[in-house]
């Protein structure tokens, strides 16, 4: 089964239709990309899976007419509910916090880090979902909370060795320069433990050595923390090296997916990158 | 093993109120009534705006509701010790309990009372508020302080208007440091924890702490409830002092000095706080030298801190242990590396 399946969810904000009817899966262990113009719904499609937007309660809105209908309170018993299943459990409509400890952790596309915590705190708040000890425990100082304390601070230092950033751990995260601040989103999201990571395009306003070097951390990653990864990228290159499957979204649906060399080829992606030929 | 931290608190807390016991002996008669009263009016101030630094500084909401729930902790504490006075002294010298210790049990009682009913009226307030950010939290913080203010001014059997009198005077220079150095470990405790991350987090990105797990309503609320009862231990100890309650001092006005005390100091700055609350309460007596123009030099102090350093006293740092020994160490090595280099020069 797959780790992630969206169920044909819609997602509208008032009138205006974000996603409209998609349905896509993440297998365990992949690597898959999520391209499209700009304003075609890729970042939704990630608020709406880590519990931002929540999915619409009517199903299809294919025309105006049918929404209309649908949202008439006689039509509510032919209602179906689009839905979001991760790891065989639905997280639709479940808080954000909930989504992040069920396993999925996300990076911004305009980054948002705790930018005057320490680039460690960054890292170290993000163990959160994994600390045990009670209000009470920390303010009294008991034993079993300065283990969690110490085993907290020893995975955080860890992460940071991996990601290169140990010797800013001190830094505040906002004087961090722009690749690295990058990447200590990724080791913030990993802090999670998360078993699918959710990138939204990593390799914005990096130079090509610096979108090369993320391209192989990436797959590195994927191998090291047994993770799957689900990114948007515009960046095809990254895409293209990277990515088992892609898929490809327009004005809020999916208009096409598969291996790399298909969606090159593809007309539709194609026209709707360029236009119509 | 389990009981470990609660002894080890239970000798602390009594290690501390001897000294600070001893403390207040020391200090009363060399510093007089007037400026023995101003000590303990500061560390009721401390203990004040310190708790409002968790809400303001550290998980970054904006309360101006503070001196709301101390009236409420200010009345809950009168309560147990005018009300219920009779009937717990009676119970407590049943016990075999000699009239200064049993005064001083009830005035605990009274504490705890106020802790209690404060930190609830923060639950109460903070359930349905705390989905609102910024501004707009600031208004309904504000709605409560003056409606709850208003409350006990209408209501008669709770003295009305002119508030509560012939409350006992209970309060000592040991209660307040007791208080102050509670908050205050509290607070830092708190800050080193993952709970106090989650609240800086909060501070920072509410998105962000929400995405990597950080259940950020449970959190505001947390911090929320544990101020509020901070908050009411200040009013019982204010209301002990001065032995009566008189409802209009715990206007807006207060809540705003706290605030500026806590923006003053360095928003989530725990000695920037301390240091604030301790300066604003005596700056004013300072400057009464100044007559009339007393408040002039105060707001005009006010604006130029502002101006030459917005980000308070103490910006978000504290003044520590290891801060103290950095300092050292980097003025040792400065020194050492002066005479290297002297002697360098020389050969």
């Not at chain 1, 948007?232 to 990254?238: F, G, N, S, T």
């Not at chain 2, 005077?169 to 080193?192: C, D, E, H, P, Q």
């Amino acid at each position: 089964m797959a780790l992630l399946e969206i169920d044909r969810c819609t997602v509208a904000f008032g009138g205006l239709i974000a996603l409209d009817d998609v349905s896509l899966k993440v297998e365990q262990g992949e690597i898959v990309g999520l391209i499209g113009p700009n304003g075609a719904g890729k970042t939704t499609v990630f608020n709406m899976i880590t519990g931002v937007h929540k999915p619409a309660k009517w199903r299809t809105m294919t025309s105006e007419i049918e929404y209309s209908k649908q949202i008439l309170p006689t039509a509510k018993k032919r209602v179906h509910y689009g839905d979001v299943v991760f790891d065989g459990k639905s997280i639709r409509g479940l808080p954000p916090h909930r989504i992040a400890a069920a396993g999925i952790a996300r990076t911004f596309q305009n980054i948002r880090l705790f930018n005057n915590l320490s680039v460690l705190d960054n890292v170290r708040s993000a163990c959160h979902v994994h600390a045990t000890t009670s209000i009470p425990g920390a303010i009294l100082r008991t034993e079993a909370y300065q283990d969690d304390e110490r085993r907290i601070l020893k995975d955080s230092i860890h992460l940071l060795h991996v990601f290169g950033l140990g010797k800013y751990k001190d830094e505040m995260a906002g004087s961090l320069a722009y690749g690295e601040q990058r990447r200590l989103e990724i080791a913030r999201a990993l802090a999670v433990k998360p078993k699918l990571l959710l990138l939204d395009e990593p390799a914005a306003g990096m130079n090509a050595q610096e979108t090369r070097e993320l391209a192989e951390l990436i797959k590195q990653l994927r191998d090291d923390f047994d993770l799957t990864v689900f990114v948007i990228e515009h960046d095809m290159r990254v895409i293209m090296s990277i990515c088992d499957r892609i898929y490809c979204l327009d004005y809020g649906e999916v208009i096409a997916h598969g291996a790399p060399e298909e969606i090159k080829n593809n007309p539709k992606v194609i026209e709707a990158y360029l236009g119509e030929g | 093993m389990k009981l470990k931290p609660a002894v080890k608190l239970i000798v602390g807390i009594a290690v501390t109120a001897a000294a600070a016991v001893f403390a207040g002996n020391l200090l009363e008669a060399p510093l007089g009534g007037y400026y023995f009263r101003l000590l303990v009016l500061s560390g009721i101030a401390v203990v004040a705006a310190v708790s409002l630094n968790i809400i303001n500084g550290f998980s970054g909401q904006f309360s101006l509701g503070h001196a709301g729930f101390m009236l409420v902790g200010a009345y809950a504490s009168a309560a147990v010790t005018l009300f219920a006075h009779p009937s717990l002294s009676r119970a407590l010298s049943a016990i075999g309990l000699p009239a200064g210790i049993s005064s001083q049990a009830e005035f605990a009682a009274a504490i705890t009372a106020a802790a209690a009913a404060a930190g609830a009226a923060g639950l109460v307030v903070g359930l349905p508020s705390l989905r609102l950010r910024g501004d707009y939290l600031a208004i309904a913080t504000l709605g409560f302080g003056e409606g709850i203010r208003s409350i006990f001014v209408t209501v008669d059997t709770l003295g009305g208007a002119s508030g509560l009198h012939d409350i006992p005077k209970y309060t000592t220079f040991a209660w307040v440091a007791m208080a102050a150095i509670g908050v205050i470990g509290m607070s830092r405790n708190l800050a080193l924890s993952t709970h106090g991350r989650a609240l800086f987090a909060i501070r920072e990105d509410e998105i962000a702490a929400q995405a990597v797990g950080i259940n950020t309503f449970k959190y505001k609320v947390m911090a929320f409830v544990i101020a509020a009862a901070w908050a009411g231990i200040a009013g019982a100890l204010l209301a002990h002092l001065d032995m009566n309650i008189d409802p209009r001092s715990y206007s807006f006005m207060k809540s705003i000095e706290l605030v500026v005390m806590v923006v003053l100091g360095g928003l989530g700055s725990v000695t920037g706080a301390v240091i604030a609350a301790i300066g604003l309460t005596w700056l004013p007596e300072l400057l009464r030298a100044a007559a009339v123009y007393r408040m002039v030099f105060y707001s005009v102090l006010l604006i130029f801190m502002m101006i030459v350093r917005r980000q308070g006293l103490f910006g978000r740092s504290e003044i520590s242990m290891r801060w103290a020994v950095d300092i050292v160490r980097r003025a040792a090595s400065r020194a050492f590396a002066k005479k290297g280099s002297g002697s360098n020069g020389a050969a």
